[in-house]
């Protein structure tokens, strides 16, 4: 009698542990489920406006990082500049102010950008060039620096005015360039520039005797077709409604690669970036090295 005692409680016993060990799975496969679900819902927001960029964009361009900076939703950007050998710190070029850019951390506005500038310009930005230690910025009539030890924007005395203009890098290349972009495509020593009648041409500063910036343009013939150029940052053309990059190629190639006297001889011609313009609505800055859309989201290039 006590053999089947003992032989009941332990089966007693064991449909117990069962029944424990099934409660304990059950909880811990909802609660796998609740954090994979979780997962999945903080991955698919993280990405949500990464996936509104097409298809053929998201297989040539890959995702780096996100940054947060209002100002990429300005319609009025002209210009992205290098400003650290880290890469880091860029600056950001509107039509009327220069925001720096710092990928790694945020400014005390909590957000990865601000306005450097303290002075009000007297009209449009014409030409922009930063560095490490500043900006020097040119407007229609006048010129500026940006001091990034001080944190100061001052405008420039009228001496050193002379001295940039006869210098030549901010030149306004005479009443036929509206825009002196400052960006080298090649090693020859052209600029890319865009002409007030909106075509695109290379310039190359030359000076006479005296001194005196008579520089050698290059036209690039291309129709735009009623598009009008809005920005040109490195190769990368942005009109009001498409991207176009500007290559160069050998006419000569096959002669110039087989013979070592022979010298290449280089044309260039501009395309439609088909998968930059098809996300056009979407995308803040496209540049050599990467592409960041409205929402902050960069890419490499």
Known sequence: MKKKIIIFIAILCTIALLVILSIFIDNASKSSKTTIDKEKKENTSENQSKNKLSKGFQERHTYYKTIKCPVLNDENIIGYIGGSASGNIQYIVTKNTVYVLNKSKLF?????????????????????????????????????????????????????????????RFSKLGNNVLKDIGTYI???????????????????????????????????????????????????????????????????????????????????????????????????????????DKEGNIYDN
């Not at 450097?116 to 014409?126: G, Q, V, W, Y």
């Not at 006048?142 to 940039?164: L, R, V």
């Not at 036209?219 to 290559?247: M, P």
């Open 186 to 292: 090649n090693f020859e020593d052209y600029v890319l520039i865009l002409s007030v009648d909106n075509k695109i041409k290379l310039y190359k500063p030359t000076f006479d005797n005296n001194g005196n910036e008579i520089g050698e343009y290059k036209d690039i013939n291309y129709d735009f077709k009623g598009e009008t150029v809005k920005a040109i940052i490195d190769n990368y053309i942005k009109t009001d409604k498409a991207y176009y990059k500007i290559s160069k190629y050998a006419t000569n190639k096959d002669e110039c690669k087989k013979y070592a006297d022979v010298k290449c001889q280089y044309e260039y011609k501009i395309e439609k970036a088909k998968y930059l313009t098809e996300n056009y609505d979407k995308i803040a800055i496209v540049s050599s090295n990467e592409i960041i």
């Open 108 to 168: 005390s506005n909590d957000t990865n950008c601000k306005s450097i500038i303290t002075e009000n310009f007297d009209s449009d930005i014409f030409n922009t060039s930063c560095d490490w230690g500043g900006c020097n910025i040119e407007t229609q009539n006048n010129y500026y620096t940006y001091s990034k030890t001080d944190d100061k924007t001052t405008k420039m005395e009228e001496d050193m005015e002379i001295y940039y203009k006869s210098f030549g």
